[in-house]
């Protein structure tokens, strides 16, 4: 699905969209490094601004407690280009 959007230049809000959704399977499974970097990945087009609807704050905020701050950011640099 996020294929689709991206080779139809669809708006930032749709692919950061399903980005959050996609990041939901791996914190659930555990894998939070993995989840990290996606929602950074979803912030990417946004930056320095925040996004528009926070869909991702449990997720993010789940990965930040287990992972620690520094540890989180370091997954969260790894995502950006």
């Known amino acids: 699905m996020?294929?689709?959007?991206?080779?139809?230049?669809?708006?930032?809000?749709?692919?950061?969209?399903?980005?959050?959704g996609a990041?939901?399977?791996p914190a659930r499974l555990g894998?939070?490094?993995?989840?990290?970097?996606?929602?950074a990945?979803?912030?990417t087009?946004?930056?320095?601004?925040?996004?528009p609807a926070p869909q991702h704050a449990l997720a993010e905020a789940a990965a930040r407690e287990a992972l620690g701050t520094e540890r989180h950011d370091a997954e969260r640099a790894?995502?950006?280009?």
């Open 2 to 20: 996020l294929s689709h959007a991206l080779a139809d230049h669809c708006a930032e809000a749709v692919t950061s969209a399903i980005v959050d």
């Open 23 to 25: 990041a939901t399977l």
């Open 31 to 39: 894998d939070l490094p993995r989840s990290a970097r996606l929602l």
């Open 41 to 43: 990945a979803a912030d």
């Open 45 to 51: 087009p946004y930056d320095p601004h925040p996004r």
């Open 78 to 81: 790894r995502a950006r280009p």
